[in-house]
């Protein structure tokens, strides 16, 4: 079986917890019992090896036991957790789904089936193959999503080595790569994964006392929430060995208010993409943007400022978009990167960009300094087309206080000047009361019109 490597930890671990879910524990016997469970139901009813399954769920019991279930019947999994339930009918139909499941929580798994035919060539390799699949969703926030299709016997190879046993929280998405490394890991290392319904502040900080959690795996902008609120230091958040962030840039302020929500923790950034699975990485210090990332099967290489990587987990390709592959078999991510010997420091994504007049602007650079200012919550800089520059820097700011846009466009260049180059000011600055972040905790720098502008 596909999964035999997990097999024999969740027998050697069979009474330990494997999760914590809504404040019942379950062991690793029983998600072992429940997948076989789950395995015969689903194979009763017809699925089998190349059956294309989309699962509907986040993090539950019965989601990680279909989907464990799935993968050893040899079927694809396509994932779409419920804060995508806005895009399903889309991705429902870009999978060209044969079965759905939904999963409820403990409650028993409901399974119908489509009248799709699943014909993509993607498809055949993986029945010739007799391989189970993984599909994974991008989040399609500023163009038509992408489907990334991986072999599972190919991603799961680097949890085969044994590694440390920390409980971990399971912060991100169950259908994002970060959330898929999350459950995956945990579970090689037979760890427990205390899962998570309330992503806020409070919550996570509550979880974390109550459980004793030790990985705490987020994003950077739920790093700057939580470090606005202040909320962590009503909580007992010394169970923390290590915070790891990624999914987006870091900003250096939030990155060092870290170190005083956490005293002694250790900051990692991770990298990763849905194409190639999680990379193992180190980072120069805990107050450092600076990483080292590779690891087992993976190799990097920097082309024209952009980062590639070749990798044994890289995804068999897209179900509806080119191929991003070099001739030679390297990723390219599309992250711009400076480089200093063995380290890398992310700038931003080439899309994101913004030309002025020739010169770039990386979005993030600016959102950073921005951000220091006492009164803005939240920012997101991005690039609006102009006849004479090609295009121009503008912004949107949410702040603590109501600011009159004339007033905040006056306190933010202000601020700016000595601070960046005067290309890098915005020219048009947005103001709003709604949150700038999305439910996947990444920045909307294409927001939804704003209150009000100057």
């Known amino acids: 079986m596909p999964l035999t ?12 917890e494997a999760f914590v879910w809504r404040g019942e524990s379950y062991t690793y016997a029983w998600l072992a019992q429940r997948a076989d469970e789950l395995r015969e139901s689903f194979a009763q009813a017809g699925i089998g090896p190349g059956s294309i399954v989309v699962l509907r769920g986040g993090f539950s019991p019965n989601a990680m036991a279909t989907l464990l279930a799935l993968i050893e019947l040899h079927a694809v999994a396509a994932l779409i957790a419920p804060n995508s339930d806005e895009h399903a009918d889309a991705y429902i139909a870009i999978a060209q789904a044969e079965w759905i499941v939904r999963c409820h929580g403990v409650d028993e798994p409901q399974l119908t089936r489509t009248d799709n035919t699943a014909d993509h060539d993607i498809y055949a390799t993986l029945r010739d193959a007799r391989r189970p699949g993984l599909v994974l969703f991008s989040s399609g926030s500023t163009s038509e999503p992408k489907a990334v299709v991986h072999d599972v016997t190919r991603l799961m190879l680097k949890y085969q080595t044994r590694r440390k046993n920390y409980r971990t929280l399971a912060f991100l998405l169950f259908d994002h790569i970060g959330g898929v490394d999350t459950l995956f890991y945990c579970l090689s290392n037979g760890s427990c994964l205390i899962l998570c319904d309330d992503r806020t502040p409070e919550g996570v900080c509550e979880l974390v006392q109550r459980h004793g959690v030790e990985v705490l795996p987020v994003a950077p902008s739920f ?12 909580y007992d958040l010394s169970s923390l060995r290590f915070v790891t962030y990624g999914a987006e840039m870091m900003p250096q302020h939030t990155l060092d208010r870290c170190r005083e929500m956490f005293p002694g923790v250790e900051i990692i950034q991770k990298y990763g993409t849905s194409e190639v699975g999680t990379l193992r990485s180190q980072s120069r210090s805990s107050d450092s943007l600076w990483v080292k990332i590779g690891g087992e099967g993976y190799e990097t290489r920097v082309v024209d400022g952009r980062l590639q990587i070749k990798a044994e987990s890289s995804m068999l390709g897209y179900l509806n978009a080119p191929s991003p592959f070099t001739d030679d078999g390297w990723f390219m ?3 711009m990167v400076e480089v200093d010997g063995d380290y890398v420091r992310f700038l931003g994504r080439d899309s994101d960009i913004i ?6 602007v990386y979005p993030a650079e600016v ?9 803005v919550l939240e920012v997101a800089v991005f690039g609006q087309a102009n006849a004479i520059l090609g295009s121009i820097v503008c912004a949107t700011v949410r702040t603590a206080d109501a600011i009159k846009p004339a007033e905040l466009t006056q306190r933010v260049r202000a601020f700016l000047k000595d601070r960046v180059e005067d290309y890098k000011v915005p020219m048009k600055i947005e103001t709003t009361t709604e949150s700038l972040t999305t439910d996947r905790f990444k920045t909307m720098r294409r927001a939804t019109p704003p209150s009000s502008s100057a």
């Open 5 to 16: 490597f997990l097999r024999s930890i969740f027998g050697e671990r069979a009474g330990d």
């Open 333 to 335: 991510t599309g992250d």
């Open 223 to 234: 790093l700057n929430l939580m470090g606005i609120s202040g909320v962590w230091r009503d």
């Open 367 to 375: 959102e950073a300094v921005i951000a220091q200012m006492p009164e």
């Open 355 to 360: 030309n002025v007049g020739g010169r770039k």
